[in-house]
């Protein structure tokens, strides 16, 4: 049930499992808002972790999850979309996802399958040239196109940076994943893992579940309301085979609390039961879930609201 539990190894243990062909480190995703980070670490990993959505900025914090073969373990750090910040929440997520590029063994940088090179794309090619880790080049979206427009696309960026390999994914059909892991492996140092092979995240319950029902929102109001959106987990109790959950969505806008809510309560008793259905898949267990609906004026640029909601910048500091 307790799925995010971490679990250190203890020395013996690791020795016992370490062989001199195992290999263990970490590996950072970064890359442009919508670009499928969060989808190609689920699909690793084999369970929903990071939530997912259409619209640009979904992932708001670092999220460490961990593989684990007989050839060697990777822990992979989720960040959030590099993005030009319009607020102190913004500045926090683009903050993480430059630190990730930091103290790592190897760097993947998703991209889609398009020739231009934009500003952002740019002002990554800038950020990558100061690390010293090798970059390995992620195409991500290849069912989306034929396959004779991936080869220019390995080309242009070829011509902006020296990776250390190119590799063309479908995150989203499991596409040349093996071979991505494959290749991900040769860049870690032989060692001991850092988890036990159970592990599959460093993320408490609590907040896979914020970010469950978070993402829930984000799916059923479509263009309709922004990102000023965050979820508190007010209580989270197991009592026998039941979990009950109260939480807590907020928003900046009374109008927006309209809409979260529905007519007659019906968009929120969708989202309760959207959420519900994948909360209870990740903890095995019947799940009686209750929801409400606040207003907290800008609180995006707020940084007592910004660390209530768990996005506390000095984490990364």
Not at 56 to 68: D, E, M, S
Request: charged letters at 25%.
């Amino acid at each position: 049930m307790w799925l995010c539990h971490i679990y250190k190894l203890h020395t013996k243990e690791r020795n016992r499992i370490m062989n001199e062909n195992y290999r263990a480190g970490f590996a950072s995703i970064i890359g442009r808002p919508n670009v499928g980070k969060s989808t190609l670490m689920n699909h690793i990993i084999g369970q929903k972790i990071a939530i997912t959505s259409s619209k640009p900025q979904t992932t708001r914090n670092r999220i460490q999850t961990v593989y684990t073969s007989e050839e060697g373990q990777i822990v992979f750090v989720d960040t959030p979309g590099i993005h030009k910040a319009k607020n102190k929440l913004g500045d926090y997520m683009v903050n993480i996802a430059y630190k990730a590029l930091n103290d790592v063994d190897v760097v993947l940088w998703l991209v889609e399958p398009t020739c231009f090179i934009g500003a952002g794309e740019k002002n990554i090619i800038e950020q990558i040239a100061k690390v010293k880790s090798p970059v390995i080049l992620v195409i991500n979206k290849t069912d989306t196109v034929k396959k004779g427009e991936i080869l220019p696309v390995i080309e242009t960026y070829s011509k902006e940076y020296d990776f250390a390999q190119i590799i063309p994914v479908s995150a989203k059909k499991g596409t040349g994943i093996d071979e991505l892991i494959k290749n991900i492996m040769q860049y870690l140092p032989y060692g001991v893992p850092f988890y036990d092979e159970d592990t599959i995240t460093d993320q408490p319950e609590r907040q896979i579940v914020a970010e469950l029902i978070r993402e829930k929102v984000l799916r059923t109001m479509g263009d309709e309301i922004p990102h000023g959106v965050a979820v508190a987990i007010d209580a989270m109790k197991f009592e026998g085979k039941m979990c009950n959950i109260d939480a807590t969505i907020v928003c900046e806008r009374d109008s927006h609390k309209g809409m979260i809510i529905g007519k007659g309560g019906s968009k929120l008793k969708e989202i309760g039961s959207l959420a519900r259905a994948d909360i209870e898949d990740m903890l095995q267990c019947k799940v009686f879930l209750q929801l409400w609906v606040k207003v907290k004026k800008d609180w995006r640029d707020s940084d007592f609201l910004i660390k209530n909601f768990g996005y506390d910048p000095k984490d990364y500091d």
